[in-house]
């Protein structure tokens, strides 16, 4: 069956410019996390989603990001007014459900460069 | 906070070397320790897991033993290949909270030769 997918693979944007970020989680997986890999700060924890909605949100780094869930699938990244530091390359990952027993599946992630 | 702390690399090994990887973590709750892989081009994969204390998880030659007494989780193997080289992330979660997210370590480069 299909993994996690994210798309686009790759972004460049300048600075100040909006960019969405998109996540496909696995078919049935409930709980969806999104994570941001980058070289000075390692991964980072964004915000949780189970179902459609996030109950945990405290990862965000500021207001400039948000996420949204609908119909408890396909999940978007949205980053406003981009700066140089939002570089880094964003994981999507799904789970069965929230418990932390489950396993999480990793999408390929989407690489940011913000110029 | 909840925090995990890892060697840092990179390791640098010849083929059917000896590999361990230090993990240690600090958490409030009761953690679900793992061990993550990325390999080159690749995504994050689950390489294994533990749940609770003194469980070993195991997968492809690694093993990591879930120490509570030393609130550590060593990534192991007995004999490396040139095909392990990736990055190592140690991670956990904690199983009272809802929702829980993978706390990682700063991940450990492995590059084998051979």
């Known amino acids: 069956g299909a993994g996690v997918s994210q798309s686009p693979s790759n972004k460049v944007t300048e600075k100040g410019k909006d960019v969405e970020l998109r996540c496909d989680p696995i078919?049935?997986?409930?709980?969806l996390y999104w994570y941001r890999q980058s070289l000075g700060q390692g991964l980072e924890f964004l915000i949780y989603f189970q179902g459609n909605s996030a109950p945990d949100k405290s990862g965000l780094p500021s207001d400039r990001f948000s996420a949204e869930r609908t119909g408890g699938s396909v999940s978007t990244l949205t980053i406003q007014r981009t700066q140089q530091e939002d570089s880094a390359v964003y994981l999507c990952?799904?789970?069965?459900?929230?418990?932390?027993?489950?396993?999480?599946?990793f999408g390929p992630g989407t690489r940011l460069t913000v110029l | 906070g909840d925090s995990v702390t890892q060697m840092e690399g990179p390791v640098t090994l010849s083929e059917e070397a000896f590999l361990t990887i230090n993990c240690t973590y600090t958490a409030t709750g009761y953690p679900s320790l793992f061990w993550y892989v990325q390999y080159p081009g690749e995504g994050l994969q689950l390489l294994l897991k533990?749940?609770?204390?003194?469980d070993k998880g195991s997968n492809k030659g690694f093993e990591a033993t879930y120490r509570k007494e030393t609130t550590s989780f060593h990534l192991e193997k007995g004999s490396v290949q040139v095909s392990d080289s990736a990055v190592y992330f140690c991670?956990?979660?904690?199983?009272?909270?809802?929702?829980?997210?993978?706390?990682f370590g700063k991940g450990t480069t492995l590059s084998v030769s051979s």
């Open positions: 991670a956990l979660t904690l199983l009272n909270q809802a929702g829980t997210a993978l706390i």
């Open positions: 533990a749940t609770k204390a003194d």
């Open positions: 078919s049935g997986h409930t709980a």
């Open positions: 990952a799904s789970s069965l459900d929230s418990g932390g027993y489950n396993e999480q599946f």
